[in-house]
């Protein structure tokens, strides 16, 4: 943490992200705590805790178009790792 | 093996109304005698080998019989002897033909719900006395004439009698231990008023009603993915910016699957996982080896309490939709290596190619405190067969806030340090 607030020192928005360390710090304290002796967070992972039996995954990928100059560092809304996030049903 | 003892009496089925309505007219009734028969359960599990009312001992006949713990057997307390029933995925082929499985297939104890009567009569092959079970919380009773212990095993109109049950591992001692050792691990921010009315002797056993299911199914699932081409910097005055240029893609995955023994949960008030519960401390603690459930036996139930099934295979089918959807995204997940900006998936879809239903009463030993401030029923929850425990302990705000403001003071105050000294 001190670390990356060092870090952070080398441009011009440095005393803006340190100054912003106190509260996230007191805000991650909190959370972390209450998530520890709450559970909120927790439930059965059915996805990795079930027998499950899969054929090999089927599939493929077509070039839609070329992002040529971004300062985005990966894709919106990526919910590839979030397997509960429903999204639109197709019948 | 199983007990093959009769039963003197005969057990009378739930009492029926005295008034069912006026009679029916000379057509109703000839076309109620044409009618086909009613069709019975896809897999009837009903234990043929139990009358309905006494569960004998197979060696002397008495009644007095309970689950012993360590054993996992039924014991006869008048004579010691000890037996099981025998395991149903093997007695209704429930470990097979997964990959082949059309439709739903209901088991007898996963039928739909038709009565909501929850207290039934039956009567006493002792003495003949008429005693009272009210099936919502017990599937026991002791006839209060005889001491004969009479047992739900007559499958009931109102989902109190499921297909299998998962006799009790872990001893009550056991997971009052479990409990005290997770709750003493979160001492130091708990409320005052739970860390002065802690007492994890009050633990209670209780057969949870849960379906499991075994289902075939087929998941399909389109989006976008990312591929980075470039990466390179900028300088904007003072500072460097990063750019990259990236190839879009659209993606499209499909995988088909078979699961074995997906567990959900049998009644609305564990199923509801709101902000204002805890239930998710109870499904936490799932998977349970329900390969080892036992054909039912509702003496496996005396000294516990149980929890009644409310809910059919109609309403949980869309549980298992969402469920299927979420196991093929895991399974898709590791064919998107190549999309290193990530994936987002846009829509998606589930065929439901063939599932099989059976409702199981799981032992789970439960610990609960309400918090009167805040109306919250917390659970500490113990898995009766693995002996994994999750609970949830009501906090001290104050503390906590207390705890969060000092950590964020010691690292504003590092930051004032850092800025003062590289000014």
């Given at each position: 943490m001190i670390g990356e607030i060092l870090w952070a020192t080398s441009g011009d928005e440095a005393p803006l992200w340190l100054l912003a360390a106190g509260p996230a710090g007191a805000v991650a304290t909190y959370w972390s705590l209450y998530r520890y002796y709450r559970n909120t967070d927790k439930s059965h992972a059915y996805e990795r805790d079930t027998l499950i039996s899969a054929q090999p995954v089927q599939g493929h990928r077509e070039k839609v178009r070329h992002i040529s100059r971004t300062r985005d560092s990966d894709i919106d809304g990526d919910n590839s790792s979030n397997h509960r996030e429903r999204v639109q049903r197709l019948e | 093996m199983t007990q093959d003892a009769t039963p003197p009496g005969e057990a009378r089925a739930p009492r029926e109304s005295p008034f069912d309505g006026p009679p029916l007219s000379l057509e109703e009734e000839l076309a109620a005698a044409r009618a086909d028969p009613e069709p019975g359960p896809d897999i009837d599990t009903v234990n043929e080998s139990l009358a309905d009312g006494l569960n004998r001992c197979p060696k002397c006949g008495s009644t007095d019989v309970r689950l012993r713990g360590s054993t996992e057997m039924l014991v006869c307390l008048f004579c010691r002897h000890q037996w099981q029933e025998a395991r149903v995925e093997e007695e209704f082929g429930l470990g097979v033909g997964i990959d082949d499985l059309e439709g739903t297939v209901v088991a007898g104890g996963a039928e739909e719900i038709s009565g909501d009567d929850d207290v039934i009569t039956m009567t006493c092959g002792g003495c003949g006395a008429d005693v009272v079970v009210d099936t919502a919380h017990a599937m026991n009773a002791r006839c209060h004439w005889c001491r004969h212990t009479l047992n739900v095993n007559q499958r009931t109109p109102?989902?109190?009698?499921?297909d299998a049950v998962l006799p009790f591992r872990l001893t009550r001692d056991e997971a009052v231990e479990k409990i005290r050792a997770f709750a003493s691990k979160r001492r130091l921010f708990a409320h005052p008023r739970f860390k002065k009315e802690f007492v994890p002797e009050n633990v209670l056993g209780v057969y949870l009603p849960y379906l499991v299911i075994d289902a075939r199914a087929e998941a399909a699932y389109v989006g976008q993915g990312e591929v980075q081409t470039r990466r390179w910097t900028e300088k904007q005055g003072d500072n460097t910016v990063t750019y990259y240029a990236a190839d879009v893609y659209r993606v499209d995955r499909s995988v088909a699957f078979t699961v074995d023994d997906l567990t959900v949960e049998g009644a609305a008030d564990r199923a509801d996982f709101g902000a204002g519960t805890t239930n998710n401390i109870v499904n936490t603690i799932l998977p349970f080896d329900t390969k080892n459930a036992v054909k039912?036996?509702?003496?496996?139930?005396?000294g516990f309490t149980s929890e009644k099934r409310d809910l059919d295979v109609a309403d949980l089918q869309p549980v298992l939709e969402d469920q299927l959807l979420s196991i093929g995204r895991s399974q898709v997940?590791?064919?998107?290596?190549?999309f290193d900006r990530g994936v987002r998936w846009e829509a998606e879809k589930v065929d439901v190619r063939g599932s099989r239903w059976v409702s199981m009463y799981l032992p789970v030993w439960l610990y609960s405190y309400y918090q009167e401030n805040t109306r919250m029923l917390h659970y500490i929850a113990v898995n009766a067969r693995t002996g994994e425990t999750m609970g949830s302990v009501p906090v001290s705000q104050p503390r906590l806030i207390a705890a969060a403001l000092t950590v964020g003071t010691v690292l504003e105050g590092i930051a004032g340090w850092i800025l003062v000294a590289t000014a």
């Open positions: - | 109102n989902g109190a009698v499921p039912w036996n509702s003496s496996y139930l005396v997940h590791d064919t998107l290596a190549e």
